[in-house]
């Protein structure tokens, strides 16, 4: 099986920056996603990694370490849009379907 | 591109009934999941489809769950003699397998609300 953890919850100002950690145990690991999801909607696709090193993709970024087995999502210059969900999902080789974590609530305040 | 959609976007039944929901894929998209998210949690695997052919169903699917793609464009969900239990979000995605990421992305959900 896999085992992803990340944190349950996190507060931010907004404007500031904040970071969800996300650590998994997969065998066979083969790419690490992140999405967002608001409240009572579909998740929405962030960000994809499978190499060590960072993705960047304009106010979001994710980082991943293979040998740690960690990633993490930076959000910068937080808006009040921002306040959601953010899952962190892991697959493996010759498998197609997405292990998620619990998710990671995101609150902005002003 | 439309996105992927899904009807009903909310079903209420009585425990016993049977309910089925659809799911469009983003066209051209041959690979369809299904998953099932409870409160507080990530999205969970039930099954999935490349094509019309079904590949692979979780043990989470039990005998009174099926479902359908059957010319590998939309698929149905059909639970069988509801229960409370059965009560969540059933999400569905889809994903161009030729793609180099594979990525899923995900219709608006059904929520089910068993009583």
């Known amino acids: 099986g896999q085992n992803i953890d990340q944190p349950t919850e996190m507060t931010a100002t907004e404007g500031a920056i904040v970071q969800i950690n996300c650590t998994y145990q997969t065998s066979g690991f083969n790419g690490l996603f992140w999405y967002q999801q608001h409240a009572g909607e579909a998740p929405t696709f962030l960000s994809y990694?499978?190499?060590?090193g960072l993705e960047e993709k304009g106010r979001f970024s994710s980082f991943l370490s293979r040998s740690k087995g960690y990633s993490y999502l930076l959000l910068k210059e937080l808006q009040m849009k921002d306040s959601a969900s953010y899952l962190c999902?892991?697959?493996?080789?010759?498998?197609?379907?997405?292990?998620f974590g619990a998710g990671t609530t995101v609150t902005v305040r002003a | 591109d439309t996105g992927v959609s899904q009807n009903p976007r909310h079903k209420i039944t009585k425990r016993g009934q049977n309910v089925t929901f659809r799911c469009d894929p983003i066209s051209e998209h041959n690979r369809l999941y299904w998953y099932r998210q409870t409160l507080g949690q990530g999205p969970e695997f039930l099954t999935y489809f490349q094509n019309e052919a079904q590949l692979e169903k979780s043990r989470l699917l039990s005998d009174r769950f099926s479902a359908e793609r059957p010319k590998g464009s939309f698929s149905t969900l059909e639970i069988q003699r509801t229960e409370q239990g059965d009560s969540a979000m059933y999400l569905c995605?889809?994903?161009?397998?030729?793609?180099?990421?594979?990525?899923?992305?995900f219709g608006p959900g059904t929520r089910l609300t068993v009583l």
């Open positions: 995605a889809s994903s161009q397998g030729t793609s180099p990421t594979d990525t899923q992305y």
């Open positions: 990694n499978v190499l060590d």
């Open positions: 999902a892991a697959r493996r080789s010759n498998d197609y379907k997405l292990s």
